[in-house]
């Protein structure tokens, strides 16, 4: 079945440590998009890439890396600059141009800071 | 200016009621507009697309006012079911694709 797969569904980091979230796609899509989401808030737009080995910062880039190696994978990597991580993290893909297209999620992960 | 704005609600409402949500955008070359629907703890999913012309979906009627930069969604004789979080979508220059903070409906019995 095709869809977008996030691993792994809760992780726990202490402080001061990097962690990274996976994100893999096998609907050949194009567009790639991370976001956080805090508790009663809406989506906020952490990265974006419209293509391999290319990628642009959203809203909230600061504390926050990623890669775009290959098209199915988009790792989100979040460091100990980003003073507090722990929020649902949001995944997602979009095909072709992006215009007037369906954007397609994964299930989040759930990070936790202790 | 936040990019794109909600009222976050919540919106409760009884079954059967008609409710209407509005979301305004602030940058005027946005192409694309969505309503996305998410429930408690589970990612967002694509409720409609919104068109230029305004669309139905049984229940559901989105519109566009390009002039005032708002996207519109009516839901007509509200079921339990309807109970979510509504988030609006606007794409916005290349690939940018921005949610709103999304406004909570509770449907009561």
């Known amino acids: 079945d095709g869809g977008i797969t996030q691993s792994p569904k809760y992780l726990f980091r202490k402080e001061g440590q990097n962690v990274t979230l996976s994100c893999e796609q096998n609907?050949?899509?194009?567009?790639m998009y991370w976001y956080r989401q805090d508790p009663g808030q809406g989506l906020r737009l952490i990265y974006y890439s419209q293509i391999v080995n290319d990628f642009q910062k959203g809203d909230i880039a600061e504390g926050y890396s990623v890669s775009r190696e290959k098209k199915e994978s988009f790792p989100l990597t979040v460091t100990s600059a980003q003073k507090n991580p722990t929020a649902f993290y949001l995944c997602?893909?979009?095909?072709?141009?992006?215009?007037?297209?369906?954007?397609?999620f994964g299930q989040g992960t759930r990070l936790t800071v202790v | 200016r936040k990019e794109v704005e909600q009222d976050p609600g919540p919106f409760n409402v009884p079954e059967g009621a008609t409710v209407a949500f509005n979301c305004t955008y602030s940058n005027s070359a946005s192409q694309s507009f969505f309503w996305y629907r998410q429930d408690c703890r589970k990612e967002p999913k694509l409720l409609m697309s919104v068109y230029s012309s305004g669309n139905e979906d049984g229940r559901f009627t989105a519109q566009l006012n390009r002039a005032s930069q708002y996207i519109s969604l009516l839901i007509r004789d509200s079921k339990l079911s309807d109970s979510a979080t509504y988030l609006c979508?606007?794409?916005?220059?290349?690939?940018?694709?921005?949610f709103g903070t999304g406004t909570r409906l509770k449907v009561l019995a």
């Open positions: 979508v606007v794409t916005s220059g290349t690939y940018k694709y921005i």
């Open positions: 997602a893909s979009i095909e072709g141009t992006g215009w007037n297209t369906e954007a397609f």
């Open positions: 609907l050949n899509h194009d567009a």
